[in-house]
């Protein structure tokens, strides 16, 4: 058949990776691959290559997000100046998103496995809601702002910005519905605004405890569904990270949980999205 035929003749192989969240059940993530694959068996589909490459065999896989952030630091002397040990290394990657972990046994700079991936919708979003409360509370006042975060926070949990913004605009239109005397908000919400505010603030707080809890959240996964606790390091990525607070706390947790204080036991890869792609 047309496949065999492309194996046999074919001047090129092109691989291409899929990067996905562990959270993606197998079984989905199985049939998308075949889809693809199948896909670019048409001819509608070799017709826009270059002629060149009408005969390439494509091998399509799929790379979990925490591995490729662990690959990356493990390959990049500037993230990685210690280089490798043997042992068990843990990989928290928390995203807008997802949050993805992963377990990668080492035997050697030559020879590591992943022995246990997993994952959940969620946790870095809490940054999100933390930024609309801080934005509501300095634009409505704090004392007055308590109803809106509330609905905002019930009706939009896991939703994206838009979603928010959606309920936000809602509220003003129908302010009678949760308060009669309502806070006065702007009438545009921009990033340059939300940006002017936080940067008056000198930080963003976490007056609800969102940010704590969902750290918490990720904390109490990890201890439940990860039964190894000897770690050589743990590694931490994804764009959550990058807020001061998620990264103190989280920090002080698994030092306590699983005794790395001695020497860096825990390093944050400065440049997780980068990262991760590259690894």
């Given amino acids: 058949d047309r496949e065999d035929y492309r194996n046999r003749s074919a001047q090129c192989a092109i691989r291409i990776y899929l990067l996905v969240p562990n959270v993606m059940d ?24 270059p002629e060149s490459m009408r005969n390439a065999v494509f091998d399509i896989r799929s790379y979990s997000e925490s591995d490729a952030s662990f690959v990356y630091w493990l390959n990049n002397p500037e993230e990685n100046q ?14 807008k998103g997802t949050t993805d972990f992963s377990v990668i046994k080492v035997e050697d700079s ?14 870095g979003n809490a940054i999100t809601y933390a930024i609309f409360e801080n934005y509501i509370s300095t634009m409505a006042g704090i004392n007055d702002c308590e109803e809106i975060i509330r609905k905002v926070l019930l009706e939009g949990k896991d939703a994206e910005l ?8 809602n509220y003003k239109r129908n302010p009678g519905e949760i308060n009669t005397n309502p806070p006065q908000i702007q009438k545009k919400m921009t990033v340059e605004a939300i940006i002017s505010q936080i940067e008056a603030a000198g930080t963003i707080s976490d007056r609800r405890g969102i940010i704590l809890a969902a750290i918490h959240d990720i904390i109490e996964k990890i201890v439940v569904n990860v039964k190894e606790t000897d770690f050589t390091k743990v590694l931490l990525s994804g764009r959550a990270f990058n ?17 790395l204080e001695s020497e860096p036991g825990i390093v944050t890869i400065a440049s997780p999205k980068e990262g991760c792609l590259r690894g």
Wanted: aromatic share 12%; net charge negative.
């Fill in 110 to 123: 030559q020879n590591a496995v992943s022995v246990y991936r997993s994952g959940f919708v969620g946790a």
């Fill in 26 to 49: 197998q079984i989905t993530l199985s049939d998308f691959i075949s889809a693809i694959q199948k896909h670019t068996d048409d001819d509608e589909f070799r017709n826009l290559l």
């Fill in 243 to 259: 807020y001061p607070l998620f990264e103190e706390e989280t920090k002080c947790i698994l030092n306590k949980l699983y005794h």
């Fill in 162 to 169: 838009y979603r928010l913004e959606n309920i936000l605009e």
């Fill in 82 to 95: 210690e280089g490798i040990k043997p042992g068990n290394y843990l990989i928290i990657d928390v995203g």
